[in-house]
């Protein structure tokens, strides 16, 4: 069974996908990019305030689904600079502290919004 995961806490999509689907006990959440869901707004114009909003806008959806954060088992970091690789790990392990999950990171020629990462998500019980 497919269900549709939404949230208002995290920022509505800008295409037409879900910010969420989970399909037997794995969530798979969209790239989120780094507007604040109160204003639409980016999240300021550094790699570290755009890491956090983006990880903030991923944990209201895994939570939204009933999931944690510790039930994440794979990222996609989407960097329009790799340079910024260094700066974004250090905020991004803020939320993974420990037993971090798999991921992937690229530099990208162009992002949504032309934001400096987009992250996507999956998350499993």
Excluded: H, W
């Excluded at 909003?53 to 996609?76: C, D, H, P």
């Excluded at 690789?85 to 992002?111: D, G, I, Q, S």
Aim: with cysteine.
């Amino acid at each position: 069974m497919r269900k549709v995961i939404s949230t208002k806490k995290a920022p509505g999509t800008i295409g037409p996908y879900s910010q969420a689907v989970e399909v037997k006990g794995t969530l798979y959440i969209s790239g989120q990019v780094p507007l604040n869901p109160d204003t639409g707004k980016l999240a300021g114009d550094t790699i570290t305030s755009q890491t956090e909003q983006v990880l903030q806008n991923i944990r209201f959806i895994v939570n939204a689904a009933g999931y944690s954060m510790k039930e994440i088992i794979k990222t996609t970091c989407m960097l329009q600079d790799m340079n910024d690789f260094a700066e974004m790990n250090k905020t991004y392990e803020k939320f993974f502290p420990e037993n971090p999950p798999a991921r992937a990171a690229f530099e990208v020629a162009r992002l949504p919004l032309n934001v400096k990462i987009e992250i996507e998500a999956i998350a499993a019980r």
